[in-house]
């Protein structure tokens, strides 16, 4: 049985799709969900779907000294940024080298890096004036969207689409191909 730790900061439709999607799993067990903010309301889906939560300060987070001993408390084996916005420090990246993987709202390596995050990066994408966008399953890695690219699904656009259409389009890759490249990174 793998650990799985979700990280989350918002609303957390992935957090609760992911989890539902591996209820009742003999392989993959979301053990907890940890937020950077005591008010994501993430926590909330999880704690009603039965799951763990715990809050780390964006200090405590940056303190190994605290967060490694909290992740070792829950026997966390991957971990999954699900709408997380905090920069991961490098001892947690060393200490999860290919053992953490992120989701990014655009096909990388466009649209990345700091600061391009949720609607910033689908107003970018339709500024752009791009034909097609997606998701993005990556490694996390010390560069700031730059890690090794796991998977990339796409979804056209039109000329007509405003920024909450494309976030919308996107959204549902999301929720219909990330559980399944987890589920295929921990079984396979």
């Not at 763990?52 to 967060?67: Q, S």
């Not at 947690?92 to 700091?114: E, S, T, V």
């Not at 191909?177 to 990174?185: A, D, K, N, T």
Request: glycine residues 8%; charged residues 25%.
């Amino acid at each position: 049985m793998k650990n799985i730790a979700l990280f989350v900061s918002g609303n957390g439709t992935n957090c609760e799709n992911i989890i539902r999607y591996f209820s009742g799993s003999h392989q993959i067990r979301i053990a907890l969900v940890l937020s950077n903010k005591p008010d994501a309301y993430a926590l909330t889906r999880a704690r009603h779907l039965g799951i763990a939560t715990e809050v780390c300060t964006k200090a405590d987070f940056n303190k190994e000294e605290v967060l490694m001993p909290l992740l070792r408390k829950y026997g966390i084996d991957f971990i999954v940024l699900a709408g997380f916005l905090l920069m991961v420090p490098d001892f947690l990246i060393d200490a999860y080298d290919h053992r953490m993987i992120n989701i990014h709202p655009a096909l990388l390596p466009k649209f990345g890096g700091k600061g391009m995050y949720g609607h910033h990066v689908h107003e970018a994408v339709k500024a752009a004036g791009e034909k097609e966008t997606g998701m993005t399953v990556h490694w996390v890695s010390k560069v700031c969207d730059g890690g090794e690219i796991i998977a990339q699904f796409t979804t056209s656009l039109s000329p007509e689409d405003t920024p909450d259409d494309i976030a919308e389009k996107e959204h549902q890759l999301e929720m219909k191909y990330f559980p399944e490249v987890i589920e295929r990174l921990l079984t396979e």
